[in-house]
């Protein structure tokens, strides 16, 4: 659930499901898509009340091997294109931002120099958190819909364990 880009109090959700539940869902009314919504998460979110009908897109996975490509620097979704969990691609393009502004610093006092080495310092800085949030991700998603009761359970809790537990909470936030 994200806020809402109108700012009334309203929530967009994203609700990750096989294509051919997507397909039907986004068929149904209001309503139906109301009782939908309550019969798949239960009341642990509340009364779901949908305003407007539900729009499907595709998932897809993406990272470019090579963000850096001479002076063009592709950073967040250009970059690379995850599953929805847990807002890691907001996280994972705040970061690669981060990263490039530590990166050019100098280089900006000092535009003249060629800004290769630089860029390939970024890109190299990057590498290893975006593989490892692109994997991360991916585990995820299919952890939730492996159609096991058992381990899509652990997931959930998994969840609920960084978000309540604030080491652990701290510790994910930080990277």
């Known amino acids: 659930m994200l806020p809402h880009p109108d700012g009334d109090g309203s929530q967009s959700i994203v609700w990750c499901c096989e294509p051919e539940r997507a397909k039907a869902i986004e068929t149904l009314d209001l309503r139906e898509v109301e009782q939908a919504m309550a019969e798949t998460f239960g009341d642990r979110l509340g009364r779901f009340v949908v305003k407007e009908k539900l729009k499907g897109y595709p998932l897809y996975q993406s990272l470019d091997p090579k963000p850096v490509n001479g002076r063009i620097v592709n950073v967040g979704n250009a970059a690379q294109t995850l599953h929805p969990v847990a807002g890691q691609g907001l996280n994972l393009g705040i970061r690669d931002v981060a ?7 100098d280089w900006i006092a000092y535009p003249h120099r060629d800004p290769a080495r630089t860029l390939g310092i970024y ?39 960084l978000d309540a537990i604030e080491p652990l909470r701290a510790h994910w936030q930080g990277i």
Do not use: I, Y
Request: proline letters at 2%; glycine letters at 8%.
């Open 99 to 105: 990263t490039l502004a530590h990166c050019l610093r």
């Open 123 to 161: 890109q190299n800085l990057r590498a290893r958190d975006r593989q490892g949030t692109v994997k991360l991700t991916d585990l995820m998603s299919r952890a939730f819909t492996t159609g096991w009761a058992p381990v899509e359970h652990a997931a959930g809790l998994g969840l609920w364990a």
